[in-house]
């Protein structure tokens, strides 16, 4: 499953990377997916991180 964050709804919190900085990381003040990591949607940490982003802007699909 992929997972991806819609810059137009991040604000740059930081807390994905906090929780997760394996997958994520912050690219010109926003959070971001770390290249190759894209497919990790399905990791229970990934989808633990987008329940407890604040805007809801990582988005799991696939
Ligand atoms: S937790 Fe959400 S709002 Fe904060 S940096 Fe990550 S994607 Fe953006």
Same mark, same amino acid.
């Given at each position: ?6 810059? $137009?709804? +991040?604000?740059?919190?930081?807390? +994905? ?20 990591? $894209?497919?990790?949607g ?10 407890? +982003?604040?805007?809801?802007a990582?988005?799991? $699909?696939?």
């Amino acid at each position: 499953m992929k997972v991806t964050v819609d810059p $137009e709804l +991040c604000y740059g919190s930081g807390d +994905c990377v906090y929780r997760l900085p394996t997958v994520f990381t912050v690219v010109d003040g926003f959070g971001a997916v770390l290249p190759g990591r $894209e497919g990790t949607g399905a990791d229970p940490l990934v989808r633990d991180a987008a329940d407890k +982003c604040p805007s809801q802007a990582i988005r799991i $699909e696939g």
